[in-house]
């Protein structure tokens, strides 16, 4: 079984896929880490050109949509948990731990989930 199959198990909340593939960078170095494409409050997935080797913490900025979202962009710290080659081998597919979001940026993600996600 494959890791992140096994933290697929292990997920708590549904997540929702996104209509847009919002961009999200790296705060400390300013380099786009990856394009988020699913997310709950208490993680997301990112998909990126470059692997991002797991139990890694990373403060990160991501741009929001403005027609939907107050603020222009969020900030927040994550964990990455899992790597693995994305359906296109070109890219790979990341997953983040998000537990410990203050309440401004749950209200953010809460907007994202609810305003630009798939009703599956």
């Not at 961009?23 to 300013?30: A, C, L, M, N």
């Not at 403060?59 to 899992?82: A, G, Q």
Request: hydrophobic share 35%; with cysteine.
């Amino acid at each position: 079984m494959k890791k992140a199959e096994r933290f697929g198990e292990l997920r708590q909340l549904k997540r929702r896929h996104l209509i847009y593939y919002l961009e999200v960078f790296d705060q400390e170095t300013g380099k786009l880490l990856g394009h988020l494409v699913d997310l709950t409050v208490k993680g997301m997935k990112l998909i990126s050109k470059e692997e991002i080797a797991p139990g890694q913490t990373f403060s990160l900025r991501m741009i929001m949509p403005e027609e939907y979202c107050p603020e222009r962009e969020v900030h927040f710290t994550t964990t990455s948990t899992w790597c693995s080659e994305d359906v296109n081998p070109d890219f790979y597919a990341t997953g983040f731990n998000t537990p410990d979001l203050d309440a401004k940026t749950r209200r953010m993600f809460m907007i994202l989930i609810n305003q630009v996600g798939f009703n599956d």
